[in-house]
């Protein structure tokens, strides 16, 4: 059976740190790293790889930095002009440079493809700007994070980067202009308490901007403006379990709309990792709400990636969110990447995150640890032709062992059928997903649940009914039940039955005289094998001889009680007031024996 994701996998020469596709060109991916400032012979270096075939990768271009500088950190690919594209890279300045105050960290880089006409095919690399964005002298800083707001067309973006290893964290903001060349901005900075485990940047409006990050244990935002950079708030801290001391941590945080955003979880102890998506406050008092979670395999210990891309990302800041599908990549310590879809869909003009589901594992993807991952964009083709090429997104990482993989995870086209459509209107809307399917929630653990509930909830009942009296011994509980458990339920009349009070109120509405409760004489007996009861005004001549109620002996009062809960006219409850004046024929002698039988 072939692979369900395709993969093309190539080794290069240098240990590789990071990685980017070209937002306009999902064949085409940046790799970055090197050895480090030394004498060690591995290169500090940036390579294209041309990333057209789903089963091979190729170099298309290479730029070798200084060997005295830094490993390149950190990468983010920015806007195109023409045949040039801009690039940002986090690589530290000399040891040498470092000591004397001196840290360039911010690289700028252009990228030339070659036209068709020209007489060299290859692809031109070469430094456009160098320039340090962090204001405080560390030398064991480095700029350990970078991220660019999504593209839009005549759109500028903002960029952010923040330190790593800074006895004084900070985060730098840029702008970077929709022509492109290279050409960037400072747009202001930040001094923060604890440095950011991960950020990223939405553009909210044509002139605003949102910032967050994350700490080890909280979430915050910062809004950017024309005006100002507001300062950080926090808007989700994390808990401990119940009953637990320890904390999770957050490892990696991606816009997933400006309304929501999806972190990487680390559990304490490496006992696994989570994903949880969360809606972002929208007014400055509330705090973000957790709207979903899903767990990663229970071999993944802890995670050193995350990466995501909307399948029908919207084409301007105008458009606002629709239905559509994110494809979720988590790369773990164990060298695999956990693969799961996601949903965002409105409801009553209410958006929703649902259906956080695995699709797939790709296991020991890397000989080392994953050090980057990527996502390339997606375009949906503009007309459905049934010869245009197999559609896919790409998912790009790379890892500190030299290696880069290239897996096409596959998609298709979906139309939702439960859409109402108008006569004469528009087809039903469609968009693209991902082909394979995804597995929701495994159904064993809440089969299982049922079934012991369900055994629980019989087991009670059989007990209680044989404690009771109601039903054949099959367990036998009642042995081991206290004496107060097992005592007979009352018996209730049925709804076709009359009470005792109901018969005497009966006869008791045309007659003032005595009443007398006798039992048939002629021997008939009613189901439950007892003399048929008659209640009527007393005639000695016609009933024989009665006696009050008060003047019966107590044997004969225990009888009758008996007697009449047996057939349902009686119950404890009713108390013994109501028999008060009233007359009880003969119950002993046979007809007591038949009553004493049937009891």
């Not at 271009?61 to 060997?67: K, Y």
């Not at 008060?580 to 049937?598: D, M, Q």
Request: proline fraction near 8%; hydrophobic fraction near 35%.
């Amino acid at each position: 059976m072939a692979n369900p994701i395709p993969s093309a996998k190539i080794t290069l020469s240098y240990p590789l740190y990071t990685c980017g596709f070209d937002p306009s060109d999902p064949s085409r991916l940046i790799v970055a790293g090197g050895g480090g400032p030394g004498r060690n012979g591995v290169g500090n270096k940036i390579t294209i790889l041309n990333a057209s075939d789903p089963a091979s990768l190729s170099e298309a271009g290479e730029l070798e930095l200084s060997p005295n500088e830094d490993n390149v950190t950190t990468l983010a690919v920015g806007p195109r002009k023409d045949r040039n594209l801009t690039v940002f890279a986090g690589v530290n300045s000399s040891p040498e440079d470092i000591k004397g105050g001196k840290n360039e960290h911010f690289r700028v880089l252009g990228i030339n493809q070659p036209g068709k006409a020209a007489k060299t095919s290859g692809v031109r690399i070469s430094e456009v700007a160098r320039d340090a964005l962090f204001v405080h002298k560390d030398a064991s800083a480095y700029q350990r994070l970078l991220r660019l707001s999504h593209p839009y067309e005549n759109s500028a973006q903002l960029g952010a980067v923040a330190t790593g290893l800074s006895k004084q964290p900070e985060i730098a903001l840029f702008d970077v202009p929709s022509s492109g060349g290279g050409r960037w901005k400072s747009r202001g900075r930040l001094d923060v308490p604890k440095e950011a485990m991960d950020l990223d940047v939405v553009q909210t409006s044509p002139d605003k901007y949102q910032l967050s990050y994350c700490t080890d244990h909280e979430i915050f935002v910062v809004e950017v403006s024309k005006e100002e950079v507001s300062e950080p708030r926090c808007v989700y801290t994390i808990t401990p379990e119940e009953g637990a001391t320890a904390k999770a941590s957050f490892k990696s945080l991606r816009y997933l709309t400006p309304g929501f955003l999806i972190t990487v979880v680390n559990k304490p102890n490496s006992q696994g990792v989570a994903l949880h998506g969360y809606r972002l406050p929208v007014e400055e008092q509330e705090n973000a709400r957790l709207s979903i979670r899903a767990k990663l395999p229970k071999g993944v210990s802890k995670a050193t990636g995350l990466a995501v891309r909307n399948l029908s990302p919207p084409l301007s800041l105008s458009d606002k969110p629709e239905d559509t599908q994110f494809v979720v990549a988590v790369a773990g310590n164990d060298a695999s990447i956990s693969l799961f879809t996601l949903e965002h869909k409105i409801a009553s003009r209410v958006d929703l995150l649902a259906d956080l589901a695995p699709f797939q594992v790709l296991k020991s993807v890397h000989p080392s640890n994953i050090t980057g991952l990527s996502f390339s964009s997606f375009t949906p083709p503009k007309s459905s032709s049934k010869t245009a090429p197999e559609l896919s997104v790409k998912l790009a990482s790379v890892a500190v062992g030299f290696t880069t993989v290239v897996h096409s995870i596959p998609l298709k086209k979906y139309v939702d059928k439960s859409a109402p459509v108008r006569k004469g209107g528009p087809p039903k809307p469609s968009r693209y997903v991902v082909a394979l399917k995804s597995k929701g929630e495994s159904p064993v653990t809440l089969i299982t649940l049922i079934t012991v509930v369900m055994l629980i909830l019989a087991m009670v009942g059989q007990t209680y009914l044989e404690a009771k009296g109601l039903t054949k011994p099959i367990i036998g509980a009642k042995d081991y039940l206290p004496t107060s458990w097992t005592t007979p339920i009352r018996t209730v009349p049925t709804a076709n039955d009359k009470t005792i009070k109901d018969l005497l109120a009966d006869v008791n509405v045309h007659h003032s005289q005595p009443l007398v409760i006798r039992n048939n004489e002629a021997g008939e007996v009613d189901s439950k094998g007892l003399p048929n009861l008659h209640v009527d005004v007393h005639n000695e001549e016609a009933h024989g001889p009665a006696t009050p109620w008060e003047q019966l002996t107590p044997r004969d009062q225990h009888l009758w009680k008996e007697r009449l809960k047996k057939s349902g006219h009686w119950v404890e409850d009713m108390g013994e007031t109501i028999f008060s004046g009233v007359l009880f024929g003969e119950i002993g002698g046979a007809i007591g024996n038949i009553i004493g039988e049937a009891l």
